[in-house]
């Protein structure tokens, strides 16, 4: 699934941007470097969540319980 939301995200900003390219090579680095930013908002969304949850769970079972 993340592969496809990266795709469709990559696909949405090309569509929105309207952009001319002067060439081939244009297009293929832009779409490169938008698929690589894209990729990385996904694994740093994912990981935030990760820690979000986390934190959470530790926090319900008392680990973070102001007790001594």
């Known amino acids: ?21 002067e060439s081939e090579e244009h297009i293929k680095a832009w779409l490169i470097r938008v698929t ?3 990729s990385k908002n996904l694994f740093h969304n994912c990981f935030l969540l990760y820690i979000k949850i986390k934190f959470t769970i530790l926090d ?9």
């Open 60 to 68: 319900r079972i008392g680990v973070f319980s102001s007790e001594c």
């Open 36 to 38: 690589i930013n894209c």
């Open 1 to 21: 699934a993340n592969a496809e939301d990266v795709t469709q995200e990559v696909f949405l900003r090309c569509f929105r941007k309207d952009i001319v390219f």
